[in-house]
Structure formats: C-alpha cells, structure tokens
C-alpha cells in the first residue's frame, strides 16, 4: 500500500510562483510513476505533470514550459507564470504495483488559487 499527501497550495498573483510537494509513504518501492493532476468543478480531473522510473517526463498541454517537474524529485512541482485558468485542486498521485497489478494512491488535494 502507498499513500501520499500533497502540500504547499495557498493563493499567488497572476505571474507569481509556487511549489507543491507530495510525501509518499508506505511501499515506495513499488512506485513506477508519481505524478500531479488537477481539478475544477464541474470538470474533469486533468494531467498536470508526472514522471515515471524510467525517466518518462509527461506535462499537461497548458502547463508546458511553465510547470517543472523534476526525474531526480518528482515529489516537488515547481510552478511558475502562474494565470488565474491554473486556478484548481491539486492532487498528488502515485502509481504503484501491488498483487499483479497497478494501482493508483490519490491524495486529498490542495487549493492553488491564481488571482489578483
């Protein structure tokens, strides 16, 4: 079992910058991909950026060249030249192998507001 818990949302100005963090405990060894996704109402949850063991670095479209995730800590996502459209729930997720299979932990999200 894996679990993982975001933190480091809160609110920033348009332009501004901030960095989340997920803590991931319990069999980390079993995780081949740890990522971020995001969330408004009344939309769908959509890919942020993730990262797998093998190096395979993903970024959602309207992130690109923006957000950085890093192979070497995919715990931390670096977020900058926020825009108020980045305004959502955050969440952490990790994909882990358990019983033959892969499964997929999902925190509790954290709040990024963007606005001035």
């Known amino acids: 079992q894996v679990t993982v818990e975001e933190s480091g949302g809160g609110w920033v100005q348009p332009g501004g910058s901030l960095r989340l963090s997920c803590a991931a405990s319990?069999?980390?060894?079993?995780?081949?991909?740890m990522g971020w996704y995001r969330q408004v109402p009344g939309k769908q949850r959509e890919l942020v950026a993730s990262?797998?063991?093998?190096g395979d670095l993903r970024y959602g479209d309207s992130v690109k060249g923006r957000f950085g995730l890093s192979r070497d800590n995919a715990n931390v996502l670096e977020m900058n030249d926020l825009k108020p459209e980045d305004t959502a729930v955050y969440y952490c997720?990790?994909?882990?192998?358990?019983?033959?299979?892969?499964?997929?932990?999902w925190g509790q999200g954290t709040q990024v507001t963007v606005s001035s």
């Open positions: 319990g069999s980390i060894f079993y995780i081949n991909r």
């Open positions: 997720t990790a994909e882990f192998w358990e019983n033959g299979h892969f499964r997929n932990a």
């Open positions: 990262v797998a063991k093998s």
